[in-house]
């Protein structure tokens, strides 16, 4: 491997595993589930592809079935993590999650109005 190469796969794993503890901190500290939502989806979606585009810049012993897998497993990655976090925070605001006092405005109150479980059947 040259070093052009090793500065490459350092740089985006230094990155990708910045952006994952990013997200983590993001779990932990931010207020309300929409804004972890958000946190885990952009940083993590971010993180963890970098650190998979490390390992497919520098496969083991050159094989390129580990650079078609990671190219899958990234393409998958941003498929599947924008609209699961879309679905779970349009969900979460149907059940009337609170919104943190930080919130100004709730815009999406006059397209979506929130539900609570017994209109849906639940918890009766």
Not at 73 to 101: G, M, N, V, W
Request: with cysteine; net charge negative; charged share 15%.
């Amino acid at each position: 491997m040259t070093v052009i190469q090793e500065i490459i796969v350092g740089s985006t794993l230094l990155l990708g595993t910045f952006l994952m503890v990013v997200a983590a901190l993001g779990l932990v500290r931010l207020p309300d589930v929409f804004c972890r939502m958000h946190a885990a989806g952009k940083a993590g979606t971010l993180g963890i592809s970098l650190m998979i585009l490390s390992v497919m810049i520098d496969p083991p012993n050159g094989e390129w079935s580990v650079i078609f897998r990671g190219a899958l497993a990234i393409f998958f990655q941003f498929l599947t993590t924008p609209a699961a976090t879309h679905l779970l925070s349009r969900a979460s605001y149907i059940a009337d999650y609170p919104l943190t006092d930080r919130t100004a405005l709730d815009e999406l109150k006059l397209f979506l109005p929130s539900r609570p479980d017994e209109y849906y059947g639940g918890h009766e």
